[in-house]
């Protein structure tokens, strides 16, 4: 499946600023993994670079594990270069999120867009909740994001993705200058989603009706299980359909929901405002979890 729609911070700067060098280039790799004694998720390892940084995992009820991606910038600057290397080990259950937005900040004129390399393995019966914050491109901002997730045999994936238009407060609309979106879906070797998003206000007029017509926000909900035979998924569809149905408002928020060619169902969604995105996604991942693994899904709880 492919869709084209076609701070001040210590020691980088404040908005509109670059490195000297280009910007920071840092990895962030997480390695988690169920601890046969407890039967609980725990971070048996990691690898940091600033500015990203886990502090800890916290324990679930469920034994699963809470991680929080932290940013210390406090945004993306003009020329940063970051990657992220999740790894959930088999029968491992973790639940990943961000401390905030993610601010793509303006950059200067000469400064390199700004990259993320997201890279994602989900071992045997494991599964990844990813549910972060919205990411936010600042007027002028040029944003390149690369996304690979390779599940295995029985791995589960919740994973969505909340794209802003800007700074609403500022009455930044859609002044960034590019915003490309890269996602690749492997199931068993097996591609099962390829998502390529590529939105230039600047260029081409992001309210036409082919790209977001009147909406503003733009959101992805993957939800995948491994192994689960079609008849399954058809039934998922259905009833996250009649889910959605309850939640879509005229001219306000908009939801689609089509299963892949194996192994899970894709969410779409397009809203008008941002108030309200999330908690309209809350209902569609605890009707799916509910489904898929017979028990509630919990919105992460934050930290500073």
Not at 55 to 81: K, Q
Request: glycine share 10%; proline share 5%; aromatic share 6%.
């Amino acid at each position: 499946m492919e869709t084209i729609l076609a701070a001040e911070e210590a020691g980088r700067g404040i908005e509109g600023a670059s490195l000297p060098l280009g910007g920071v280039q840092a990895a962030l790799s997480v390695d988690f993994a169920r601890d046969p004694l407890t039967s609980s998720t725990i971070l048996a390892g990691s690898h940091q670079e600033p500015p990203l940084k886990v502090v800890r995992a916290f324990a679930l009820e469920d034994g699963s594990a809470l991680a929080h991606l932290h940013n210390v910038s406090g945004g993306l600057l003009g020329g940063d270069r970051l990657a992220l290397t999740v790894r959930v080990g088999a029968g491992a259950s973790v639940q990943l999120t961000t401390t905030g937005a993610t601010r793509v900040y303006r950059p200067r004129e000469e400064a390199r867009t700004v990259t993320q390399l997201n890279e994602i393995s989900v071992g045997e019966n494991a599964l990844l909740e990813y549910v972060p914050d919205a990411i936010i491109p600042f007027a002028g901002a040029r944003y390149s994001q690369r996304t690979t997730i390779h599940l295995a045999s029985g791995a589960g994936l919740f994973w969505w993705e909340i794209l802003a238009p800007g700074r609403e407060a500022r009455g930044e609309i859609f002044e960034y200058d590019r915003v490309e979106m890269r996602t690749d879906l492997v199931a068993l070797g097996r591609p099962i989603a390829a998502e390529r998003v590529c939105l230039e206000p600047r260029r081409r007029n992001i309210s036409d009706l082919a790209r977001l017509g009147p909406s503003r926000y733009w959101v992805t909900f993957y939800v995948c299980r491994v192994g689960l035979n079609t008849q399954t998924w058809l039934a998922a569809e259905q009833r996250l359909r009649d889910v959605a149905a309850g939640l879509t408002r005229s001219g306000e928020i908009l939801f689609g929901v089509s299963a892949l060619v194996a192994h899970g169902l894709v969410i779409r969604c397009l809203a008008r405002r941002g108030r309200g995105v999330l908690g309209s996604l809350h209902p569609l991942w605890n009707e799916a979890k509910l489904f898929l693994y017979d028990r509630e899904a919990v919105p992460p709880r934050k930290v500073n």
